[in-house]
């Protein structure tokens, strides 16, 4: 019988959780933006790991990723304290932007029923308007 869960993804899930702990304490001690951790993807071969980060201020995501960058190699050296791994990956943060796409098609969802009123109410406007004759007089109802 395969297995349906790879080590891969256990170690990710481990990952996911300790690096959760340390980000909010390298954050909390530094003053960078509050970030959390979304998501860990690792590399096969378990040297590489992708950290996705969503920021509670998205404005400040930039600052906060490039922060979390210069802390990685601590943040690292805490991780192998914690966890229980021969080799500890290398740790590659990234701004998750899903949750903010996520916002911005649920905004436009929500305004989507107004918008089209608009743009229905925008259409009878241009049709009354090509009923006028050209001396810009109403024309007869029909």
């Known amino acids: 019988m395969p297995k349906s869960f790879h080590r891969t993804d256990r170690v990710a899930a481990q990952l996911r959780r300790e690096l959760g702990t340390l980000v909010h304490e390298a954050v909390r001690e530094t003053g960078l933006p509050s970030v959390s951790v979304s998501d860990v993807e690792i590399s096969r071969d378990l040297a590489h790991a992708k950290v996705f980060v969503t920021a509670l201020m998205p404005e400040r995501s930039v ?11 601590e943040i690292r050296m805490e991780l192998a304290r914690a966890m229980k791994l021969r080799h500890v990956p290398e740790l590659h943060f990234h701004y998750d932007q899903s949750l903010d796409n996520g916002e911005r098609i649920y905004n436009l969802l929500r305004d989507l029923p ?3 009123a608009d ?4 259409e009878g406007e241009q ?15 029909r």
Do not use: I, T
């Open 114 to 116: 107004e918008l089209q």
């Open 119 to 122: 743009r229905e109410r925008a």
């Open 63 to 73: 600052e906060a990723v490039k922060g979390l960058r210069e802390m990685a190699r």
């Open 127 to 141: 049709a009354d308007a090509a009923d006028d004759d050209v001396d810009g007089q109403p024309s007869a109802p």
